[in-house]
T-cell receptor
Framework: AQSVAQPEDQVNVAEGNPLTVKCTYS??????LFWYVQYPNRGLQFLLK??????LVKGSYGFEAEFNKSQTSFHLKKPSALVSDSALYFC??????????????FGTGTRLQVTL | GAGVSQSPRYKVAKRGQDVALRCDPI?????LFWYQQALGQGPEFLTY????????KSGLPSDRFFAERPEGSVSTLKIQRTQQEDSAVYLC????????????FGEGSRLTVL
């Protein structure tokens, strides 16, 4: 079975400082990894994904994430946080195998709070 | 429209009533997913369609939950004899492909069972 762990319920950071939101995963095979963001009363919006290739992937709004196979991690980062980045962030994993593995499994989410 | 559309956005049902939630995916998207998101939790997988075929329904919590996508486009999630524990936001997502492609989510249908 595949699973995702987001160890922090909330991350607080001052505007202009770098931010990191942590994610570790577990799959039987090789993973596809995703980050989504959710604003209040809105659906999830795609930020970025790792499929293959370069371990550092860049996504929307200046976010990036680094795939680390040995640590089974896919932490989300941004060099300089903005107040508008405050939202709920979800990490998700999908096994590259077919069939029922096509489903995307989400973590429980990390609330990012950026203050002035 | 350009995005995934879900209706109704909000539904209040009395315990025991049947409800139907509709999802209109992005045109041409082959894959369609339903997720359930309880308050303060991450989305939990319910079921997956590839075109009109329901390939995975392992996440449906009971036989009161039923989903269909008869023509490979619009999908309906039906909940029979609703219970209070069914209260959640039901998210629909579509994808051009079933594996490497990102999911595009609708804004969800918030179900409250009294």
């Amino acid at each position: 079975a595949q699973s995702v762990a987001q160890p922090e319920d909330q991350v607080n950071v001052a505007e202009g400082n770098p931010l990191t939101v942590k994610c570790t995963y577990s799959v039987s095979g090789n993973p596809y990894l995703f980050w989504y963001v959710q604003y209040p009363n809105r659906g999830l919006q795609f930020l970025l994904k790792y499929i293959t290739g370069d371990n550092l992937v860049k996504g929307s709004y200046g976010f990036e994430a680094e795939f680390n196979k040995s640590q089974t991690s896919f932490h989300l980062k941004k060099p300089s946080a903005l107040v508008s980045d405050s939202a709920l962030y979800f990490c998700a994993v999908r096994d590259r195998g077919g069939g029922t593995a096509s489903k995307l499994t989400f973590g429980t989410g990390t609330r990012l709070q950026v203050t002035l | 429209g350009a995005g995934v559309s879900q209706s109704p956005r909000y539904k209040v049902a009395k315990r025991g009533q049947d409800v139907a939630l509709r999802c209109d995916p992005i045109s041409g998207h082959v894959s369609l997913f339903w997720y359930q998101q309880a308050l303060g939790q991450g989305p939990e997988f319910l079921t997956y369609f590839q075109n009109e075929a329901q390939l995975d329904k392992s996440g449906l919590p009971s036989d009161r939950f039923f989903a269909e996508r008869p023509e490979g486009s619009v999908s309906t999630l039906k909940i029979q004899r609703t219970q209070q524990e069914d209260s959640a936001v039901y998210l629909c997502a579509s994808s051009l492909t079933g594996f490497a492609g990102e999911l595009f989510f609708g804004e969800g249908s918030r179900l409250t069972v009294l």
